[in-house]
């Protein structure tokens, strides 16, 4: 019979209409040449699978009656089929095969439907060169996946694939042209762990035609079937150039009425006029020109995977996208697929996303912008699955907005990767502790209770060590693995050395009453069954455990095993690298001033403040303590009573509570017996506390080497703001390269007895109290711009005591001032934060200190104090000094001046004179001349 004129209604069903429509059939009526041009359909054969091939000529007029019974047999009768479909010549559609290769050992799906999206719109601006696309003319694209990855059966490979269709008219000249584009842009695109490359990723054979597409609802023998995945409408937008995709529900696709657009061989698509550009191109296989792919405005290029890795889920209807969570519904149900699919090792995840969604409306209503970033940070900073863990809080707010979602989402992937925040869970842990109580306890006793049970299973040290590391990891860190560990609790605002022994109290006290607690709610339930239930005997086991581990929880010998596998579970090794490093934060009794944000705020453990003032903050004013305020200004007025020194030390003082030392300065506190530069540093510790550090005057007399060695010293300046140096003997020199290297911020090296070095950035501002001032050999600007003399200027006498020193500023002294500095210490540092919140550390010079300083550097010049006082300008060219002489004169004079002291190099001296009366000739420098001490001098200018 000729399968042309056959009635299609004469066929039962599927098979008899393919063993009518065999080739081998058609051979009887046709012409070999003539089966070989029409053969439309062939079957797959597998003999180990008893499955026979098979080659099928089905004509155009028959394929509606093919596609009604093959849909019946495979969608309705749900029997298998093994099915292929040759391609068109002529109005074929774009089809695309690509075919990964993984190493065995991946066991779940690599591309994403964010992946996909990315490849289709890749797709369609490369067809935007090749057709003149059209406003009227719609077309669909399928995408097809199998329902899960394909381990092979001999453990060599894993496969995956993608079936795509884009459904407009495009023969295989340009499919091959368009296939050599895509190979480059498409693996730059995507990430995947391939064990093949692009070249056979993408199948050439589809691209020329020459290969068979697998005909939709078919499999090859021992595999899945692709199903359909996505359905896409494209429309093209002439006003501004770009296709608007719109996403179908593939649920909704009538299959039966409609599976003919699923075929290859579909000729009811599309047909675009090619690009005029192209066409010299096209006719000569040339590939096109690489172009920048325009952006797509219409659908959000966002890459959210919420498939996570789990070999026993590959239901295709537990997949969401971030393009479907449009409501709290569909929001929800991701958030639960997620956590769904954590492993067990993976419950920090968990817990994270349930304390964060108790954090109240100050964290997500409108106005909560900074503390929302903070919550985002911490969650990125412990899972990048947790993203829809943020969108759950954001979605509380008033004027939540759910198309935002793929918008948050590119910020969630572009701003929130800094580590630098120092958020982390425990942060959001902490807030949940703080502003919604009640709710943390729930929160912490569910998770806790996990961890409970499992040690009724095993009832070891390490186990039990979980529960504890699970009720208290937000309060305990361990720093050392040495015998005892150390241990740091994390109380009053900051983190405290604490040994581990309240740790090791709590195992005796509140989890042991945590299984106390337990084991009479189960003797209540066990009460409530016959001996002879089993489930009576299950809790009976319970019970036993529980008395098992609490005896445990009060032996010395137990508790030490698991103080030990404590250690482990509760070690942070960056910890010590973090502590007190902090610039912009200040630790009072009572809380933590944040210089950056111009705020007084409860401390938070990833603050990792160690150090505290040691006194209570609060913000005083003139008209809640006058008397004291007064009693402050009266002793800086008198300590200070020139204006402009005054107003200069006390910006001074307000920046050493920032530790940044802006302005790289170290201040020389100078001044004779009784003017109050003890005092200072007295009221200076008092409100400084931990922050305050004594430096011994070696470090900055000694050898460099000295910085980074084995010196305990250097490494107790961590986090120091304000450190004082004893007073140098006199005629001790000061080593210019240790106090730049001190003054400048560079990081510099320590290390404590028995520890290894650590590095940090020191912050505290360098000052010494002295009557001596040292000596200064270097001269150069890199070191004199550094130094600012304060000059203490006042005396503080006793009542019956005569002075007779010039200075005006005589004071008798307030013998009761140490017993008031504790009094003024709150006081003294809320008025020094105010003006570092005005200043924010910056400390502006006044003439005062610097002529002071200027001064100190000449009297150290000991090349321009001699010219100073032996060379004078004449302007008389025959007046001319010659380098012996003067440099006879000069060892003369440094003899007399500074003794046996290191006179400096005769080339200092030259270079100078130089610099200051021009480059000497060979008879010498002209017009000035050496003033001899028996010489009268009538006239001298100004140097």
Not at 15 to 39: I, R, W, Y
Not at 288 to 298: D, E, F
Not at 631 to 640: A, G, V
Request: charged share 30%.
């Amino acid at each position: 019979m000729n399968v042309n004129t056959m009635n299609p209604s004469q066929f039962k069903d599927l098979n008899e209409f393919l063993s009518k429509h065999s080739a081998k059939l058609t051979d009887k009526t046709s012409t070999p040449s003539t089966t070989t041009l029409t053969l439309t359909h062939t079957r797959i054969p597998d003999k180990d699978l008893n499955i026979y091939g098979g080659s099928y000529i089905i004509p155009q007029e028959n394929l509606d009656e093919f596609y009604r019974l093959y849909y019946d047999h495979i969608f309705v009768k749900k029997k298998k089929e093994y099915l292929t479909e040759t391609q068109l010549e002529k109005k074929n559609a774009l089809l695309v095969d690509f075919d990964f290769r993984y190493s065995y050992d991946v066991e779940t799906r690599q591309h994403t439907k964010e992946n996909i999206l990315d490849m289709i719109l890749l797709y369609l601006e490369e067809l935007k060169e090749i057709f003149l696309f059209e406003e009227n003319k719609p077309f669909n694209i399928f995408i097809f996946e199998k329902p899960d990855v394909n381990r092979l059966a001999d453990k060599s490979l894993t496969k995956d694939g993608i079936h795509m269709m884009i459904c407009i008219e495009v023969d295989h000249v340009l499919q091959l042209m368009l296939r050599e584009k895509i190979l480059d842009k498409l693996q730059e695109a995507w990430e995947l762990p391939l064990l093949n490359n692009w070249e056979s990723v993408l199948d050439e054979g589809i691209s020329k035609g020459k290969t068979n597409w697998q005909l939709f609802g078919s499999r090859k023998p021992g595999n899945e079937a692709y199903e359909l995945t996505n359905h896409f409408i494209i429309t093209f937008d002439k006003n501004d150039g770009e296709f608007m995709m719109d996403e179908m529900k593939v649920e909704d696709f009538d299959m039966k009425n409609n599976f003919y657009k699923l075929s290859a061989q579909n000729t009811n698509i599309p047909c675009f006029e090619l690009n005029p550009k192209i066409i010299d191109k096209y006719n000569q296989r040339l590939q096109l020109k690489n172009n920048k792919v325009k952006k797509q405005t219409a659908i959000s290029k966002t890459k959210l995977n919420l498939i996570v890795d789990d070999e026993q889920n590959d239901n295709d209807d537990e997949y969401i996208s971030i393009n479907d969570i449009t409501n709290k519904e569909t929001l929800t149900k991701g958030m639960d697929l997620i956590l769904k699919r954590l492993k067990p090792n993976e419950y920090e995840v968990k817990e994270t996303h349930l304390y964060t969604q108790i954090l109240p409306e100050k964290y997500y209503e409108p106005g909560s912008h900074l503390l929302n970033r903070q919550v985002a940070f911490a969650l990125k900073h412990t899972d990048d699955r947790l993203f829809l863990s943020w969108i759950m809080l954001r979605s509380k707010a008033s004027d939540f907005d759910y198309a935002t979602i793929p918008s948050l989402y590119n910020d969630w992937k572009k701003y929130f990767n800094t580590s630098k925040t120092g958020v982390t869970r425990k942060s959001i842990m902490y807030w949940a502790k703080q502003d919604a109580f009640e709710e943390y306890e729930k929160v912490l006793e569910s998770t806790v209770d996990y961890f409970i049970e499992e040690t009724l299973e095993t009832q070891t040290e390490f186990d039990i060590a979980q529960v504890l590391h699970q009720k208290y990891k937000d309060r305990y860190v361990c720093v050392s693995y040495d015998k005892k560990g150390i241990w740091y609790v994390f109380k009053n605002h900051r983190w405290e050395p604490d040994r581990g022994l309240s740790l090791r109290l709590a195992i005796s006290k509140e989890i042991h009453n945590l299984y106390s607690i337990r084991r009479t709610n189960l003797e209540n339930e066990y009460h409530h069954y016959d001996q002879s239930d089993d489930r009576a005997a299950y809790i009976k086991k319970k019970m036993k455990a529980m008395s098992d581990i609490m005896y445990k929880l009060k032996r010395t010998n137990d508790k030490n095993n698991i103080m030990r596998e404590a250690m482990e579970l509760f070690y942070d090794k960056e910890f010590i690298k973090h502590m007190d490093t902090k610039k912009h934060l200040l630790c009072f009794n009572n809380g933590v001033i944040d210089f950056n944000a111009k705020e007084f705020r409860n401390g938070y453990p990833q603050d990792y403040i160690t150090k505290t003032t040691r006194i209570n903050y609060e913000q005083f004013t003139p008209e809640s303590c006058p008397e004291i305020i007064a009693q402050i200004h009266d002793f800086m007025d008198k300590l200070f009573p020139i204006p402009e020194l005054n107003k200069y030390m006390w910006n001074h003082l307000a920046s050493c509570l920032i530790g940044t030392n802006k302005n790289q300065t170290f201040n020389v506190y100078h001044g004779s017996g009784s003017n109050g530069k003890s005092i200072l540093a007295d009221v200076m510790t008092c409100v400084l506390g931990d922050y305050k550090g004594t430096v011994p005057i070696t470090l900055v007399t000694e050898k460099r080497n000295a910085i980074g060695g084995t010196s305990s010293e250097i490494i107790q300046l961590k986090g120091i703001r304000y450190a004082v140096m004893q007073e140098p003997s006199k005629g001790v020199k000061l080593n210019e390269g240790i106090m730049k290297e001190l003054t400048g911020g560079d990081p510099i090296q320590g290390r404590a007895l028995y520890s290894e070095s650590e590095t940090f950035e020191p912050q505290f501002n360098l000052v010494v109290c002295t009557n001596n001032l040292f000596d200064i050999e270097s001269n150069d600007d890199g070191t004199w711009r550094r130094i600012r003399k304060c000059d203490f200027v006042s005396k503080f006498i006793d009542d019956d005591e005569q002075y007779t020193d010039e200075t005006p500023y005589i004071f008798k002294k307030d013998k009761t001032l140490k017993e008031k500095i504790p009094v003024f210490a709150p006081v003294f540092a809320s008025m020094l934060v105010k003006i570092a919140f005005e200043t924010e550390g910056n400390v502006p010079d006044c003439e005062y200190v610097l002529n002071a300083s200027n001064k100190y550097r000449i009297g150290q010049d000991h090349i321009a104090a001699f010219v100073s006082e032996n060379i004078i300008k004449t302007g008389d060219t025959r007046d001319r000094v010659k380098k012996q002489e003067l440099a006879n004169h000069f060892k003369y004079w440094f003899t007399q001046e500074q003794g046996n002291k290191k006179m400096p190099k005769g080339e200092e001296l030259y270079m100078y004179m130089d610099k200051k009366f021009g480059f000497h000739k060979p008879t010498g420098w002209h017009g000035v001349k050496i003033v001899y001490p028996d010489e009268n001098i009538n006239q001298v200018d100004d140097l």
